[in-house]
């Protein structure tokens, strides 16, 4: 006799993802269901969910890699339940990373001998790296005042203004007080004249930045390095430079390497890059690297042996994947120094085809440099009637994401769009950004204007005997306002 049975509600097994009652209904957001779904439900979910993302080829105002090889993402998927931690268990994933760290030494003219080994270590981003240097510096100094019988209570470093948070964070967290060179309109990196100025016998080290954030530019790290020799020379101190190289440091020896920033000036002691921008792998991974054992205290390396064997560390965290290690592998070897060089220069030549549709306009200033990151930031001529932040938001309707911003302290008047070119942006990409910037060029042209209602009111109040503000003050009331309306939709969205 053949026995069969009426499907019911809980044989899920029959139904379809979307007819069953786990898309008809909220799930639990903020504390653990009581019962389980099934493994479809779940994935179409958040897949759903997920759709209202912005797309990642489109998001410019990030520097991080958004596309690999197929090959890679395989090689990617297929150690991701590697914990690199577990070295005596992963030799092999082990040995990779140690071949990544003296690549990129070389690299970068770490003076190192024949057979000898490159120092650093692989971290989960620039962050990481740049607190590990970072902490390398401080140790460093307050072991000689120790040893001089000298306060190393009041360390301090000196950066530019444009340094990125990663900075602020290190000197909060690791109390050292941040001095920073303010900018200038026009000139939106660290002066290394004025860096060099405000170095005292408390100073751990300067930073200087290959690749600024804001604009892209590379700072003078030769420049610096010789201001500072001097002033050595003539104090007795021996104050060193950490080199952020973070987007810059995988550009620069393949399409300027004629400019001097890496280990060939004396001072430079450590480089931070990331893996995960112009190293072209996936986010998660930084590297840091140090020009010599000297200059790594060894009281900072911690040894364990409770996962099978001796196993020197210093990082900020313990557990991470062994995917990206690889991957950076995969991409040193599959691209050499040819393959790195042709992504670049064609990064730039993207660059300059989006930067001469935008001069064309007539519309923009071109703030970002040359010679330099492959970005374009731009801001307007004309903002009597509209701004930068008007257009970021216009754009999004086409799908691109470019950021609008203020530039730090002494230029926070000044408001700028950028672009990010990556390694995915293409020429035909580039060419279609500039057509819907006109586009949203000539809807803001149409439409009424938001600023010109504010200063619609500035005049009337001008007629009451309320004195007339300048054409610089109402910019910068006009930015203010802008940049609270911005964050105010970011609050509304549960952005934090």
């Not at 280990?263 to 996936?282: A, E, T």
């Not at 991974?285 to 009281?299: A, F, H, N, Q, T």
């Not at 007539?362 to 257009?391: Q, Y």
Request: one cysteine or more.
């Amino acid at each position: 006799m053949v026995l069969s049975k009426t499907a019911s509600q809980s044989d899920v097994s029959v139904h379809s993802t979307f007819a069953s009652r786990y898309v008809r209904s909220s799930l639990p957001r903020f504390k653990m269901g009581e019962n389980s779904i099934p493994k479809e439900a779940a994935f179409q979910i958040i897949n759903d969910e997920l759709m209202l993302d912005g797309n990642p080829r489109l998001n410019l105002a990030s520097f991080v890699t958004t596309w690999m090889e197929p090959e890679c993402d395989k090689l990617i998927m297929a150690s991701i339940n590697k914990n690199y931690v577990d070295m005596d268990e992963y030799p092999v994933t082990t040995e990779l990373q140690n071949r990544c760290v003296n690549i990129i030494a070389h690299l970068f003219h770490a003076p190192l001998g024949e057979s000898e080994a490159a120092v650093g270590v692989g971290t989960v981003g620039s962050s990481e790296a740049i607190m590990l240097a970072g902490l390398a510096f401080k140790r460093k100094w307050q072991n000689k005042r120790k040893a001089e019988g000298k306060p190393y209570d009041k360390p301090n470093i000196v950066t530019g203004a444009n340094v990125q948070v990663c900075w602020e964070k290190f000197a909060r967290y690791f109390e050292v007080e941040l001095k920073e060179v303010k900018l200038t309109e026009g000139y939106y990196v660290m002066d290394p004249a004025k860096a060099a100025e405000m170095v005292d016998e408390n100073t751990i080290c300067v930073a200087a930045i290959l690749g600024s954030t804001l604009n892209g530019e590379f700072e003078d790290v030769k420049l610096l390095n010789d201001l500072l020799t001097e002033k050595n020379k003539q104090t007795g101190w021996d104050t060193p430079i950490h080199v952020d190289a973070a987007s810059g440091g995988f550009i620069a020896p393949f399409v300027f390497p004629e400019i001097e920033w890496d280990f060939r000036l004396p001072l430079v002691k450590s480089i931070n890059v990331s893996g995960h921008k112009y190293g072209l792998v996936y986010a998660g991974i930084g590297w840091v690297i140090w020009r010599s054992k000297e200059d790594l205290p060894e009281e900072l390396i911690f040894h364990i042996n409770y996962l099978g064997a001796d196993q020197p560390t210093f990082t900020l965290n313990f557990s991470k994947g062994s995917s990206q290690v690889i991957a950076q592998y995969y991409q040193l070897i599959r691209l050499g120094y040819e393959g790195y060089r042709n992504v670049m220069e064609n990064c730039i030549e993207n660059m300059t085809v989006l930067k001469e549709g935008l001069e064309k306009t007539g519309r923009f200033t071109i703030v970002s440099k040359d010679i330099g990151v492959p970005l374009v930031a731009f801001s307007l001529k004309d903002h009597s009637l509209h701004n930068e932040f008007e257009i970021s938001d216009l754009l999004r309707r086409f799908g691109w994401i470019v950021p609008a911003y203020t530039m730090p302290a002494d230029a926070q008047h000044v408001t700028v769009l950028r672009v990010v070119i990556r390694e995915d942006f293409s020429r035909t990409l580039a060419e279609r950004l500039v057509l819907d910037i006109e586009k949203v060029l000539h809807e803001l042209d149409t439409l009424p204007s938001k600023i010109s209602a504010k200063l619609a009111i500035a005049d009337e109040a001008k007629k009451d005997g309320v004195e007339k503000k300048t054409a610089l003050e109402t910019q910068r009331e006009v930015t203010t306002a802008w940049k609270k309306f911005v964050m105010d939709k970011k609050k509304m969205n549960g952005v934090c």
